[in-house]
């Protein structure tokens, strides 16, 4: 389910991305030449630097 396969998920990738992005561990991903690249989307981005900074986004 959190591996993404461009040709078939590309209408529901954006959802799939937050439905499974629960850190501390592995989102949706990716895998290119046997490894693995976790997905994130700038709402997600937007967030984590919300927090990091003190200015969360409400």
């Known amino acids: 389910m959190k591996r ?3 040709e078939k998920d ?3 990738l954006d959802s799939k991305i937050r439905a499974f992005w629960f850190p501390p561990y ?3 991903f990716i895998e ?3 490894k693995k690249y976790t997905l ?3 709402e997600i981005l937007a ?3 919300g927090e990091i ?3 969360e986004k409400l």
């Open 4 to 6: 993404i396969d461009f």
């Open 10 to 12: 590309k209408d529901i």
């Open 26 to 28: 592995d989102g949706a």
């Open 32 to 34: 290119v030449n046997g």
């Open 40 to 42: 994130i989307d700038r």
């Open 47 to 49: 967030s984590i630097a």
């Open 53 to 55: 900074s003190g200015t």
